[in-house]
């Protein structure tokens, strides 16, 4: 399995694993204003991992992978709770504060292979 270095700076590498040894294969995003938690999953139903990025202002942005290039800019999250019957995460013109979640898990709950955002609120 690949791995995913994240630099609190905003800086997210690749190392690939062949047979252990990690080998650098270099920057795949840097994300300005720097990261304070970052997920790697499935956005879309490719099979290329995405990665899903908390910033340090508390927002989550998507950076979709296609075919080994990532979105320059990704898209901001927000969670519509109005739509029943769960709250998707969907694509917003604005972020949502991430900062009432004090959980954050990504999983495919409906095995529709994209990932799905599980949050909780204390
Ligand atoms: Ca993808
Ligand atoms: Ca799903």
Same mark, same amino acid.
């Given at each position: 399995?690949? !791995?995913?270095?994240?630099y609190s700076d905003g800086l997210v590498v690749w190392k690939k694993n062949e047979d252990g040894i /990690? %080998? @650098?294969? &270099?920057? =795949? =995003? #840097?994300? #300005? &204003?720097?990261?304070? +938690?970052? *997920?790697? *999953?499935?956005? @879309?139903? @490719?099979? /290329?991992?995405?990665?899903?990025?908390?910033?340090?202002?508390? %927002? =989550?942005?998507? /950076? %979709?992978?296609s075919s080994g290039r990532f979105s320059v800019d990704g898209y901001p999250v927000c969670v519509n709770s109005q739509i029943p019957p769960n709250p998707p995460f969907v694509? &917003?013109?604005?972020? !949502? +504060? !991430?900062? +009432? /979640?004090?959980q954050r898990f990504i999983r495919d709950m409906d095995k529709d292979k994209r990932d799905d955002l599980v949050l909780h609120t204390t």
């Open positions: 399995m690949d !791995m995913v270095v994240v /990690y %080998t @650098d294969m &270099g920057e =795949l =995003l #840097y994300i #300005y &204003g720097g990261i304070s +938690q970052a *997920f790697v *999953f499935h956005v @879309d139903s @490719d099979e /290329y991992h995405d990665i899903a990025v908390l910033g340090s202002n508390n %927002t =989550l942005r998507i /950076y %979709t992978n694509k &917003g013109s604005e972020a !949502m +504060q !991430m900062n +009432q /979640y004090s």
